[in-house]
């Protein structure tokens, strides 16, 4: 069992320079998360979705899209990179809102 | 509005000591969900505990204990006999059952150091 799956676990962007994040899961979780974590911080949410065709924005969308086609998969897309997106990013899902996440192993982003 | 607090930024104990992290949240609805994670090192986030506002039954799993506390909005989280592979980071994260905008509300985070 994968669980939650994030693709790639590194990359270094330059600045104004576009990228997907990738994340599956194969839990037939509805709800799905991306997070982002900065240096010795916590969690922040950016966009979620409760199901498929349904995306929203959390607290820090700014600079970055999301789409949900399927059930498993949410990636996050980020435009015109900046250093400011240099972070940690995480990805979640869970059956139901009121259930404990499980995480992906994380995107480490940099951005120069 | 929901609030969770961690006050403790960062513990350091020597090994084999028991420790409490403390949690304090605030929240208006009467149904709540209330949660621990653990980030070690490695950076990954693990689900430790999941606890509803209807069961105040305080918990345990081997060396961890949890002790919900409705009357002062505490969901405190205790290790006994700490090992060194205790060492993370804990968040503690609050989710309402209603007005949430299905967001979790999370900690700062307690850092925790478990010397050898």
């Known amino acids: 069992n994968a669980g939650v799956t994030q693709t790639p676990k590194f990359r270094i962007l330059k600045i104004g320079q576009s990228m997907t994040l990738q994340c599956a899961q194969d839990m037939n979780h509805n709800y799905m998360y991306w997070y982002r974590q900065d240096p010795g911080m916590g969690l922040k949410l950016i966009y979620y979705s409760v199901g498929a065709g349904i995306t929203d924005k959390g607290e820090v969308p700014n600079g970055y899209n999301v789409s949900r086609s399927t059930t498993e998969d949410f990636p996050l897309r980020l435009e015109l990179a900046a250093p400011s997106q240099t972070s940690v990013y995480f990805c979640?899902?869970?059956?139901?809102?009121?259930?404990?996440?499980?995480f992906g192993s994380g995107t480490r982003l940099t951005v120069v | 509005a929901q609030k969770v607090t961690q006050a403790q930024t960062e513990i350091s104990v020597v090994e084999k000591e028991d420790v409490t992290l403390d949690c304090v949240y605030e929240t208006r609805d009467t149904t709540y969900y209330l949660f621990w994670y653990k980030q070690p090192p490695s950076g990954e986030l693990v689900f430790l505990i999941r606890r509803n506002s209807f069961d105040e039954q305080n918990e345990i799993s081997g060396r961890y204990s949890w002790n919900f506390q409705k009357s002062t909005s505490s969901f405190n989280f205790t290790i006994t006999a700490s090992q060194v592979v205790d060492s993370a980071v804990y968040f503690c994260?609050?989710?309402?059952?209603?007005?949430?905008?299905?967001?979790?509300?999370w900690g700062a985070g307690t850092k925790l150091i478990i010397k050898p």
């Open positions: 979640a899902s869970s059956y139901r809102v009121s259930d404990g996440y499980t």
């Open positions: 994260a609050l989710s309402e059952a209603e007005d949430s905008n299905y967001q979790l509300i």
